[in-house]
């Protein structure tokens, strides 16, 4: 199979369109409407696994190439049979496996957590934590930008480009630094990153633009620019992008030994990952490797509701195709209008106009999905709450727990359904939230959440000052354990 052969190809969403491109391109819009584009792939002529349980002995033994430069080695690469997007290979077959660029991504821990289980009102066994800030660049972005580093290596690409709240922009600058071959190019809003993330990019090499305006500005801007410099974007409009993004469910249902899950909690921002999962069902019911598909929950924060507007509010609606855009630009015209900004903690979230609207309303159509809201102090205590159950996480991680639990409480998740939350990213991603949640340092306080209007969690572990004397020491140490 080569990059060119039609069993995989470009597709516009809407299935009254019929709009195609070729994988050799590098435009990411339907030709005919304008619509985004899905990786399709004509599974006849593809080496299709029988069932899950297939894909748990099923290694494809072909090469996966080092990014070190230089690097061409024809011997089996153990880096393509141990990365948790590649080894689901036959299910995102986009370029042949000898061309597939990987750093061993998507190595991530689906772990049982019956203490935040616990919080949210579930049984025990009945959550399980999906932690993707064991990647790379301690976030999901790594499952795609493995796929779409592949795809711009197939095409040529020698720059390429994101507007980024934080997350994309590290896992950019950290692909293009290992690749050695490209150049990345990061727009980010005014005070719109968290210096976790900022340091990872600049750490990598890449040329870092301050847009003087939040996430929105900065997405209009560089799809501006890479039409004009032929820059590969690679913001989840790139639909390569969420092709990796789909192996995310493979291993969730990998660590459930195949069950199929009740519920899977995502926090909701670009809403790519929401796109990606639903596709990823969709496939997977169209393979007929699975019955059913699991039930999907967005969770917007409050201060960036654009999706829980639309589909509760306005009632906008996939209706297989025949979704209501003009109903989404009134919304978006009124946010301008009102000069209406996004701001929530969870900064990875912090966004108005969602690229991938319409990928999100099939997803949510296909698998009967809702949409809710947390405000930011139940993301805060929420993200207290994981990260004293054993796992720790970046506050827009901590949306999808802070969801599941209002959704518990609304009697929408029953105590006894199995339920996945997706973790998206490491805790150090943005650390100067986690201190001021628990510091003493009042300073930090203010600055980084009082100034918001937050009190003190409830869960807050602030340090303990205490004597430089043992006894005294010793005597805290027994009173607090």
């Not at 660590?255 to 790519?272: F, K, Q, T």
């Not at 991938?356 to 809710?372: F, M, Q, T, W, Y």
Request: proline fraction near 5%; glycine fraction near 10%; aromatic fraction near 6%.
């Amino acid at each position: 199979m080569s990059m060119s052969d039609s069993v995989v190809y470009l597709r516009c969403i809407k299935p009254t369109c019929g709009g195609t491109r070729s994988v050799t391109e590098c435009e990411f819009t339907c030709p005919r409407c304008g619509d985004l584009l899905d990786v399709t792939y004509d599974w006849q002529r593809l080496p299709v696994p029988r069932s899950l349980r297939d894909l748990e002995a099923n290694r494809h033994p072909s090469v996966g190439r080092w990014f070190q430069r230089g690097s061409r080695s024809s011997e089996a690469s153990p880096l393509f049979r141990r990365s948790g997007v590649w080894r689901f290979w036959e299910l995102l077959p986009v370029a042949p496996p000898e061309e597939v660029l990987t750093i061993g991504e998507g190595q991530t821990l689906l772990l049982r957590a019956d203490r935040v289980g616990e919080y949210i009102g579930l049984r025990s066994g009945c959550l399980h934590l999906q932690y993707e800030g064991l990647n790379p660049s301690g976030s999901f972005k790594d499952n795609g930008m493995t796929a779409a580093f592949t795809h711009a290596r197939m095409v040529g690409a020698r720059r390429a480009a994101c507007a980024s709240t934080g997350n994309t922009s590290a896992s950019l600058a950290l692909y293009a630094a290992a690749t050695g071959q490209m150049r990345a190019i990061i727009f980010i809003g005014s005070g719109k990153i968290a210096f976790g993330k900022l340091a990872q990019a600049l750490d990598h090499g890449a040329l870092t633009l301050q847009i003087h305006g939040d996430f929105d500005d900065a997405l209009e801007r560089v799809r501006q620019a890479a039409g004009r410099l032929s820059l590969y974007l690679v913001n989840s409009i790139n639909p390569f992008r969420l092709e990796g993004q789909k192996t995310i469910m493979y291993r969730v249902l990998e660590g459930l030994e195949w069950r199929i899950p009740d519920w899977i909690v995502v926090p909701a921002g670009n809403l790519g990952n929401l796109s990606a999962f639903g596709k990823a069902f969709l496939e997977l019911r169209e393979l007929g490797l699975i019955e059913r598909m699991p039930r999907l929950a967005a969770v917007n924060a409050a201060g960036a509701d654009t999706l829980y507007r639309l589909w509760n509010d306005h009632q906008l609606r996939w209706h297989g195709g025949a979704w209501e855009k003009a109903r989404a630009e009134s919304y978006f015209h009124h946010l301008k209008e009102t000069q209406r900004k996004a701001s929530t903690i969870a900064s990875a979230i912090e966004i108005n106009r969602p690229v991938n609207l319409p990928k999100a309303l099939r997803s949510l159509e296909v698998s009967d999905g809702i949409v809710c809201t947390v405000c930011d102090e139940e993301i805060l205590e929420a993200k207290a709450r994981i990260g004293a159950g054993g796992l720790g996480c970046e506050p827009a991680s901590a949306a999808s727990v802070a969801g599941a639990r209002k959704l518990r409480h609304q009697g929408v998740i029953a105590a006894d359904e199995l339920v996945v939350c997706v973790l998206t990213g490491h805790p150090l991603k943005d650390p100067n939230v986690t201190v001021a949640c628990h510091g003493t340092d009042e300073h930090l306080f203010q600055e980084v959440l009082g100034k918001r209007g937050f009190g003190r969690i409830a869960s807050a572990n602030p340090p303990v000052s205490v004597p430089n004397d043992l006894e005294r020491i010793i005597s805290v140490i027994e009173a607090r354990t």
